[in-house]
């Protein structure tokens, strides 16, 4: 991929690049309406910290655009534009808060600020479309503009990237019973407490899932876990699937690989593990374990990631292909 700078008009900053899947159609990088040419090139400079699309996620998401089975690979689909929001909150998004059965009427004076009182003790900040983790881009809010060339029209392309991530279903057995090992954590999206399987984001483009992932259960649950007993259960999907999950690709590129871990334990562990309060509190995680029933675990979560996991386990046993249980 090439990148270099275009004659932007004066009402809309632009850059371009060139993808080796659609030779001689540049894809248009455009700020979105309102942002200035400084506040756009701030984000665009080559040797800027955030250059939203140097960024791993960006280039990622390029990418999987152009491999094998990507939308772009048999050249039915072309990409124009690239629409990326960089400043803060937009008049139309502050409308949309007003509205919101919650915000209360103190709140509306407030929504020219980055943080909203919406009343019941709680406060939101909205957020620009690039999300930095640390010195990293970690979220990253675009509009691709994709278009077939048969009928001309264009498919739906808003896309929240957070890259790759993995999750363990961790199972132990204690006097002939099977326990799955669940994490409790506030998520604000969807406004509840969500018993979840143990997961968590890739923070470099290294690849290192086995590490990443026994990284995160220790941090979630406090339990360490063996490299060499871990499972992927993802690689007994057919390769044409990239042997990954995409739990909700009509809008993110979160691609999720599970892993299983099996292991034998004693009744003390299991009650030690009950209400355990862990996560890394200094970042916001405010994460309790649980540890329930394996039989009763797919009536007793929403959790995208576990109830995937629950399917792959069940047909990766039934078919036999799980490593023997180590004693």
């Known amino acids: 991929?090439?990148?270099?700078?275009?004659?932007?008009?004066?009402?809309?900053?632009?850059?371009?690049?060139?993808?080796?899947?659609?030779?001689?159609?540049?894809?248009?990088?455009?700020?979105?309406?309102?942002?200035?040419?400084?506040?756009?090139?701030?984000?665009?400079?080559?040797?800027?910290?955030?250059?939203?699309?140097e960024s791993t996620l960006f280039q990622q998401w390029l990418k999987n655009m152009q491999t094998e089975t990507g939308i772009l690979a048999n050249g039915t689909m072309s990409l124009r534009q690239v629409l990326i929001?960089?400043?803060?909150?937009?008049?139309?998004?502050?409308?949309?808060?007003?509205?919101?059965?919650?915000?209360?009427?103190?709140?509306?004076?407030?929504?020219?600020?980055?943080?909203?009182?919406?009343?019941?003790?709680?406060?939101?900040?909205?957020?620009?479309?690039?999300?930095?983790?640390?010195?990293?881009?970690?979220?990253?809010?675009?509009?691709?503009?994709?278009?077939?060339?048969?009928?001309?029209?264009?498919?739906p392309g808003i896309v929240f990237a957070r890259g790759p991530a993995v999750a363990v279903l961790i199972l132990l057995e204690s006097e002939g019973e099977t326990y799955a090992v669940l994490t409790e954590q506030v998520r604000v999206p969807v406004g509840k407490l969500i018993l979840e399987l143990p997961a968590g984001m890739l923070n470099d483009n290294k690849g290192d899932l086995v590490g990443t992932a026994v990284r995160e259960v220790e941090e979630e649950t406090g339990i360490h876990l063996n490299l060499d007993d871990m499972v992927d259960l993802t690689a007994f999907l057919d390769p044409s699937t990239g042997c990954r999950v995409f739990p909700s690709p009509g809008g993110c590129d979160e691609e999720i690989s599970l892993f299983l871990y099996r292991g034998n334990v004693s009744k003390e562990v299991i009650t030690q593990l009950q209400g355990k309060e862990t996560g890394l509190r200094e970042h916001?995680?405010?994460?309790?374990?649980?540890?329930?029933?394996?039989?009763?675990?797919?009536?007793?979560?929403?959790?995208?990631?576990?109830?995937?996991?629950?399917?792959?386990?069940?047909?990766?046993?039934?078919?036999?292909?799980?490593?023997?249980?180590?004693?």
Not at 24 to 52: C, K, M, Q, W, Y
Not at 119 to 145: E, N, P, Q, Y
Not at 299 to 311: G, H, N, P, Q, V
Request: no cysteine.
């Open 1 to 53: 991929m090439s990148a270099h700078s275009s004659s932007p008009p004066p009402s809309q900053p632009t850059h371009t690049i060139d993808l080796p899947s659609q030779v001689g159609e540049p894809v248009h990088i455009v700020a979105a309406p309102g942002v200035s040419d400084s506040e756009f090139r701030r984000v665009t400079h080559p040797n800027h910290a955030l250059i939203a699309i």
């Open 85 to 155: 929001q960089v400043k803060d909150i937009s008049w139309s998004m502050g409308l949309f808060l007003l509205k919101l059965s919650i915000f209360n009427d103190s709140a509306a004076t407030l929504w020219k600020s980055k943080y909203y009182d919406i009343g019941h003790g709680l406060v939101v900040k909205v957020s620009k479309g690039v999300d930095m983790f640390g010195k990293r881009i970690g979220f990253l809010k675009f509009k691709a503009d994709v278009f077939d060339r048969e009928t001309g029209r264009k498919v």
């Open 284 to 327: 916001g995680e405010l994460i309790k374990v649980h540890v329930a029933s394996y039989e009763n675990l797919w009536r007793m979560t929403a959790d995208a990631k576990a109830l995937m996991a629950i399917a792959l386990f069940e047909m990766a046993k039934k078919e036999g292909l799980l490593p023997p249980l180590r004693s």
